[in-house]
């Protein structure tokens, strides 16, 4: 058996505070905004300020790397649901971390819709994955004749996208999910 180096300790070590300061981030934009406290996200992290600026030089290139992180887990999420799930539980459980993650990114909005001024690829880029994540996901439910096979993604991911913007300014707890039931109930055959 190989020992670690202590090169490879330090990697492990820093891509662990690398993860954790995403984590910490995305939950703090989600719920204070984009004015979200710097110190508090490193305090959450378990890290000093310091390493978060080392890391994150700039509050923009952590709201980016946050933004790039919470989408490419939800798109890897729809295949882990797939496999784990029956189909129509699947897309259930996938539109609830569809939510989840719209409210992470409405915390960051400001600072994301300048980032997509300069940096389009990257909004169409994280568009496709996501469109092909729940094209995948809707497949398999059509597939298993639980829902339509005329469905559009990109339209579902619209009304979800609706349900986050009507569901942020509501006090009702249930609300999303009600919401949730009340569109796969207009996607079933």
């Known amino acids: 058996m190989c020992a670690v180096t202590e090169e490879q300790a330090l990697r492990a070590d820093a891509r662990a505070n690398h993860d954790r300061l995403l984590e910490a981030a995305a939950r703090a934009f989600a719920a204070d905004g984009p004015g979200a406290s710097l110190r508090g996200i490193a305090r959450d992290a378990e890290v000093g300020i310091a390493t978060l600026y080392r890391r994150f030089p700039t509050r923009e290139l952590l709201v980016e790397a946050v933004y790039r ?4 887990r939800l798109a890897d999420a729809a295949e882990q649901l797939r496999e784990t799930l029956p189909p129509l539980e699947a897309v259930i459980a996938w539109m609830r971390q569809f939510l989840e993650y719209l409210s992470t990114k409405s915390g960051m909005a400001e600072t994301l819709r ?3 001024t300069t940096d389009q690829g990257l909004r169409l880029q994280t568009r496709a994955a996501l469109v092909e994540a729940c094209a995948g ?12 096979h005329d469905l559009d993604p990109l339209d579902v991911l619209m009304a ?22 009340l569109l796969v109930d207009g996607l079933r055959v």
């Open 137 to 148: 996901l809707l497949e398999a439910a059509a597939d298993a004749g639980q829902l339509r």
């Open 160 to 181: 979800l996208g609706g349900f986050a913007f009507i569901a942020e300014d509501q006090a009702e707890p249930d609300l999303r999910e009600r919401l949730i039931r």
């Open 69 to 72: 992180n919470e989408s490419g």
């Open 114 to 116: 300048l980032l997509f």
